[in-house]
């Protein structure tokens, strides 16, 4: 145990260790706080029973820099390790590969959970700059972020997923961005074809994070998306280490 | 310390170590010897528990490598081949953090910290970033971090490799001076390195072992093999040449003549030059030249690992 939170610690560190953190930490507010404005400037033009939160989350725009940071975010984590040769004198540490495997998917989460922080600030600032509530309830802020960290959760396992089968990191933030949005843009599919077959629509319903974020950020909490990404999320780790124990084996 | 029993790895259809066998015991250096691709690293990696072996066992300290993989490398210190460091981390940062992934305690990360800046000559560069150091400092911190943990074995993949040759000096006395503590396996190509710092040779061929002797050893074979050259006016060589070939221990003989002189390439497995300077005596050749080349261990290593499998 204390092995996986030196390995932990380590993997935070070099984030922060790395200009790329900042960069993509930076763009991310940048482009996050436009959003939000156009979310209340667009609450201002017209009468509407959404709120503010409703608004930013429930944004199609929200997703774009939202898809792209994971790739970016993961795409360094084994392959650098490869590439390096480091992987090498990881692994001929103590450490076993579950370890290795989980320490690298915590790392790239408390990142990820670093990145959004921020953006609670937002919410603040329009409380403070207005007078008035961003929400209506608190389960709304709740839902919201919740929802995040669970698509987050998914989304940056796929990472480690195709960080975990190449040592270059260009192939690995391609093919994680690839699987991200083919699961991303399946939802996309009812509002291309909205009159498609039911029992299909329910499928990609169950599947869609649009449709998610738009019930949790009202502060519904479905249960659900809760299993669905848990479970795809435990999938994808589980198929992750033995990728990672796989390579050593064939080589 | 080291048993490895029929260890064999195969990468397809090529095998890179073929059902290898021996044994180091405590407090030896080892030195692996052995052309490119002979599969010294193969070997090493699969004892430092990085490779899987196809087949075959070996133990470290009594764990076998791939059961009790995890006791095997706490006794373990590898250092692999071109030390392969993350660039972003200060020289301390990275061997307190290596020092804690191998299960230092706490308390005594700072004092091992000191230590292995200290025997490595590394505190001067103890906060700089890694990605910066030259070569030699980087073979270094590879060297302390194989130490951090006080493991039993150490298993140095060409420690020496790319380095000047003060650098070579140091890290060959730093070797030296680590038999109290460590037992110690390292390859490398430098085969005067193998007879300076190492009690024993293991040179590997094609994935097979072909010699496992002390440095001492293989000098008296070496001292008693060699070719003599001797050159003779003889009045009549070729009574001269059968009178050669009747000296013992001449293996074979080659001859090869320039106007009066004749010049014999002599192999031999002792060292004849007296018999032949008698005997030239005796029969009242004028000799102009008479010389031994002594075998080095470069040349055995050549002829080993050049022999062609039949």
């Given at each position: 145990m204390r092995r996986f939170f030196t390995l932990l610690k380590r993997e935070i560190r070099h984030y922060f260790h790395q200009p790329l953190a900042y960069i993509v930490l930076f763009c991310f507010l940048l482009i996050n706080g436009f959003i939000f404005q156009l979310g209340v400037g667009a609450l201002n033009r017209a009468v509407s029973q959404t709120t503010v939160i409703e608004a930013f989350f429930d944004s199609?725009?929200?997703w774009f820099p939202f898809l792209l940071t994971f790739p970016l975010v993961t795409?360094?984590?084994?392959s650098e390790e490869y590439k390096l040769g480091t992987i090498e004198t990881l692994m001929t540490a103590p450490v076993g590969d579950l370890a290795v495997v989980l320490s690298k998917y915590f790392g790239a989460l408390a990142f990820y959970l670093v990145l959004w922080v921020p953006t609670f600030l937002y919410f603040v600032i329009f409380h403070v700059v207005?007078?008035?509530?961003?929400?209506?309830?608190?389960s709304q802020y709740l839902g919201s972020y919740l929802l995040l960290l669970l698509v987050g959760m998914f989304y940056l396992s796929i990472g480690c997923l195709a960080s975990s089968l190449t040592s270059n990191q260009i192939v690995a933030a391609v093919v994680s961005f690839a699987l991200i949005c083919l699961m991303f843009f399946l939802s996309v599919v009812t509002f291309v074809f909205?009159?498609?077959?039911r029992f299909l629509g329910d499928i990609v319903y169950y599947f869609s994070t649009i449709e998610h974020m738009a019930d949790f950020s009202q502060g519904v909490f479905d249960s659900r998306p809760i299993v669905l990404y848990v479970s795809l999320t435990l999938f994808t780790l589980f198929l992750t280490f033995h990728i990672f124990q796989h390579r050593r084996w064939r080589s | 310390m080291i048993k490895v029993q029929n260890l064999t790895k195969r990468y397809g259809s090529v095998?890179?170590?073929?059902e290898i066998q021996f044994e180091v015991g405590k407090g030896e250096i080892v030195g692996f010897l052995g052309?490119?691709?002979?599969g010294k690293s193969t070997t090493m990696r699969m004892l430092s528990c990085y490779l899987p072996p196809t087949s075959g066992t070996a133990e470290i300290a009594g764990y076998?490598?791939?059961?009790?993989s995890l006791r095997a490398r706490e006794h373990i210190g590898y250092m692999p081949e071109n030390?392969?460091?993350?660039?972003?981390?200060?020289v301390d940062e990275y061997l307190r953090f290596r020092a804690a992934l191998k299960g230092v305690p706490g308390r005594r990360i700072k004092e091992r910290l000191a230590d292995v800046c200290e025997l490595c000559n590394l505190t001067d560069v103890s906060r700089k970033l890694i990605g910066a150091l030259s070569k030699g400092y980087r073979q270094r911190v590879g060297l302390a971090d194989a130490m951090i943990h006080e493991p039993e074995l150490l298993i140095l993949d060409e420690?020496?490799?790319?380095?000047?040759p003060n650098q070579i000096r140091q890290v060959r006395d730093l070797i030296r001076n680590l038999r109290r503590h460590h037992t110690i396996l390292l390859s490398t190509h430098i085969l005067s390195e193998v007879e300076m710092t190492c009690t024993r040779v293991i040179i590997i061929n094609k994935g097979r072992i072909e010699v496992s002797d002390t440095p001492e050893n293989l000098r008296s074979r070496l001292t008693k093999e060699g070719e003599i050259l001797f050159e003779v006016n003889a009045s009549d060589p070729a009574a001269a040449t059968a009178k050669i070939k009747t000296?013992?221990?001449?293996?074979s003989l080659n001859s090869h003549r320039t106007q009066d002189w004749t010049r014999y390439l002599i192999q031999a497995d002792e060292d004849l030059r007296e018999d032949l300077h008698n005997l030239a005596v005796r029969e009242n050749w004028r000799v102009r030249e008479l010389t031994r080349r002594v075998a080095t261990l470069e040349q055995i290593f050549a002829e080993i690992t050049h022999k062609e499998d039949i």
């Open positions: 199609i725009l929200l795409m360094r984590l084994f207005t007078g008035q509530a961003a929400a209506q309830s608190f909205p009159s498609a077959d | 095998t890179a170590v073929n052309p490119n691709g002979a076998d490598i791939f059961r009790d030390v392969p460091l993350p660039q972003d981390m200060r420690p020496t490799i790319g380095l000047d000296l013992p221990h001449v293996k």
